[in-house]
């Protein structure tokens, strides 16, 4: 044993056997290799048991818009097993060309013959950018993508646009978020990013759009099945703010956590979830899984409470494309009230309880539409903590 390697082990550094290190060749392009074969935008569509991420149709969305001003075909790749709608679904949102590849391999997501599959397509088809969404499952595949390629991603964007060079420009909060960090990928291709849920906007859903379907053989050698998923066990208490239709969100205005209990039958009465300002969860009120902004969670729901949540910039840049936002505050002048679409002036302990009321009564009455319309004609009916008023 070298003294080297000593030193190594007493500072209780993994071993490593000097012969097996590699200088770490292979991560600059061979020679001058020409990129301008890679176009077009790929999104990668993240799917369960046959049910697409919304994410996946946001980033469409988004994509289609870069697609367009690089003049490049928007493209989809559809992984899984029976998923074949899902092409289709995807030139419904905006897809020009759907690689999909449909295998039996592919019914849980596994990291390496996933990957096998995300390589082969763009090493075939060559695409100049590839997006995914900031999920568990995008976070690993992207990751496990990039290296082998070998190229650049930028993790958790937030922003996505195109120079006038064809570069990405991938933006995404940095340092704690105390800045906006814009990153470029200039000598390899495909440029890559996974970009956060709810930050995009899908396009609208429109059936009438064609687009190719190219079927993709799974071609996943046995020593890529390396694991076998045995069962499926969904969290029974995962909050799943990002994809919530309605959320009730609280904050440091509810005075302390029991005023949850009363949030969360509201949300229950909805179908929605509980969120939370930072403030509440930094008073340890409420798990920070329940997070909404900056350093939470992006939400882009139907349907947004914010209760006794003044509005701070850092919180509205998680809500504020919410269908409906309705603010319930006893300060006329708290900052929430400029991006609600209806506000109310008062006391939040008169108030939810007689909303969670006026909901109840509407949904025995038959039916309430989770868009804020059936909410909004009750809570002229509620309003025992003062006027209700519209947003400027
Ligand atoms: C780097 C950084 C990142 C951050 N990230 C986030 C983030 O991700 N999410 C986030 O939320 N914040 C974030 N913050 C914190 C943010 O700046 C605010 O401090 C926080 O959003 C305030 O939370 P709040 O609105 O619940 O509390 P407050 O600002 O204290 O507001 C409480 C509101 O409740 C109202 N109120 C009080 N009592 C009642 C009552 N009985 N009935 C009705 N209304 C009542 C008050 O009028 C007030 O408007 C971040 C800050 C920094 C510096």
């Given amino acids: 044993m070298s003294d080297g390697t000593q030193t190594e082990l007493q500072r209780g550094e993994p071993r490593r056997d000097p012969k097996r290190r590699k200088p770490m060749v292979g991560l ?3 020679g001058d290799v020409d ?13 369960r048991a046959g049910v697409a991420k919304p994410v996946s149709w946001q980033l469409l969305g988004e994509g289609r818009r870069l697609a367009d001003k690089l003049d490049a075909p928007l493209l989809a790749l559809v992984m899984g097993h029976q998923v074949a709608h899902l092409a289709e679904e995807a030139i419904c949102y905006g897809a020009d060309r759907v690689y999909l590849c449909d295998s039996p391999e592919l019914r849980d997501y596994r990291t390496r013959p996933y990957s096998r599959v995300c390589l082969h397509v763009i090493r075939t088809f060559k695409p100049e950018i590839v997006l995914m969404g900031a999920t568990y499952t995008g976070r690993d595949l992207a990751g496990a993508i990039a290296t082998h390629l070998p190229t650049g991603l930028t993790a958790d964007s937030t922003m996505l646009d195109v120079d006038e060079d064809r570069l990405l420009l991938a933006s995404r909060p940095a340092f704690s978020e105390k800045m906006l960090a ?19 906007e899908a396009l609208p859903r429109d059936p009438s759009r064609t687009g190719e379907i190219i079927t993709v053989p799974p071609q996943i050698p046995p020593e890529d099945i390396a694991t076998e ?6 969290a029974t208490d995962r909050v799943n703010l990002a994809e919530a239709e309605v959320i009730v969100a609280g904050g440091r205005g509810l005075g302390g956590p029991a005023a949850f209990a009363m949030l969360k039958e509201l949300a229950d009465a909805l179908g929605g979830v509980v969120g939370a300002s930072r403030a509440a969860v930094d008073l340890g009120w409420i798990d920070h899984r329940h997070q ?6 992006t939400v882009r729901p139907k349907l947004y409470f914010a209760i006794g949540i003044s509005g701070a910039v850092q919180h509205v840049v998680g809500m504020q494309n919410a269908e409906c936002i309705i603010a319930i505050n ?8 400029q991006i609600a679409h209806y506000g109310i002036v008062g006391d939040l302990f008169q108030i939810v309880p ?3 009321e006026a909901v109840r009564a509407r949904k025995a009455a038959g039916g309430l539409r989770a868009d804020g319309e059936g909410v909004g004609f009750s809570l002229t009916g509620a309003g025992s903590g003062g006027p209700v008023r519209g947003a400027e």
């Fill in 182 to 200: 814009t990153i470029l990928c200039k000598q390899f291709k495909p440029q890559m990013a996974t970009a956060r849920a709810g930050v995009f």
């Fill in 330 to 337: 006893k300060d006329p002048a708290a900052p929430i009230f």
């Fill in 35 to 47: 990129w301008s074969s890679y176009r077009g935008v790929l999104v990668v569509v993240e799917q």
């Fill in 229 to 234: 998923v045995l069962e499926f066990i969904a």
């Fill in 292 to 297: 909404v902004g900056q350093t939470g969670t």
């Fill in 28 to 30: 600059q392009p061979e």
């Fill in 354 to 356: 007689a909303i969670t």
